[in-house]
């Protein structure tokens, strides 16, 4: 089955630790995402990435970081300078052309203590 | 930045009968929007879309009424199930990026 696979689902950290959250596609798309998502507010975008080794900064980047090494993956880092870093990300991917649908992935939980 | 808001955060509906999901856009020049489907603690399945050109499209059980006029899009379920039990929201093709709404709490009552 084609999809996104996004892990771990639950991850924990402590305050000051860098932490990457995994995401994979299988849908051959070349556009990649992330979003965060917190209660009471719609999905707020953090980067994106079109093409292997090229990437955009969203509304919210500070404090996060990506890489786009393969077509298949784009890794998230959530970084000590992120202040408020608690929250359920999630990963997204699409066809370039315009008015292309984003596909999800399951999310990923995190919880910084 | 863009907004895209909704109504009603939270509807509660009959088994079987219709759910109208409404949702308001900010920027006329939007040409394409989706409609998602977020169950707890899962990442949000496409449901349908449109673009501008179109003022309804349908799918199975599902509509999507798109009104340029007044900037607003609803979505229609038909015969509501339980399995319908979701947050959804709609989302708006900006200039470059996706704007999403804070999405509305669809409960069925069996």
């Known amino acids: 089955d084609g999809g996104i696979t996004q892990s771990p689902k639950y991850l924990f950290r402590k305050e000051g630790q860098n932490v990457t959250l995994s995401c994979e596609q299988n849908?051959?798309?070349?556009?990649m995402y992330w979003y965060r998502q917190d209660p009471g507010q719609g999905l707020r975008l953090i980067y994106y990435s079109q093409i292997v080794n090229d990437f955009q900064k969203g509304d919210i980047a500070e404090g996060y970081s990506v890489s786009r090494e393969k077509k298949e993956s784009f890794p998230l880092t959530v970084t000590s300078a992120q202040k408020n870093p608690t929250a359920f990300y999630l990963c997204?991917?699409?066809?370039?052309?315009?008015?292309?649908?984003?596909?999800f992935g399951n999310g990923t939980r995190l919880t910084v203590t | 930045g863009e907004s895209v808001g909704l109504h009603l955060p939270t509807l509660s509906v009959q088994e079987g009968d219709n759910s109208i999901i409404n949702c308001a856009y900010s920027?006329?020049?939007?040409?394409?929007f989706i409609w998602y489907k977020q169950e707890s603690g899962k990442g949000p399945q496409f449901i349908i879309d449109i673009r501008s050109n179109m003022d309804k499209r349908q799918g199975q059980r599902v509509t999507v009424l798109l009104n340029k006029t007044v900037k607003h899009l609803s979505l229609q379920i038909a015969a509501t199930q339980p399995g319908d039990s979701a947050v959804y929201f709609c989302a708006e093709l900006g200039f470059n990026q996706f704007y999403f709404g804070t999405g509305t709490s669809l409960t069925v009552i069996p």
């Open positions: 920027n006329s020049a939007s040409d394409y």
């Open positions: 997204a991917s699409s066809l370039v052309s315009y008015n292309s649908p984003l596909h």
């Open positions: 849908l051959n798309h070349d556009a």
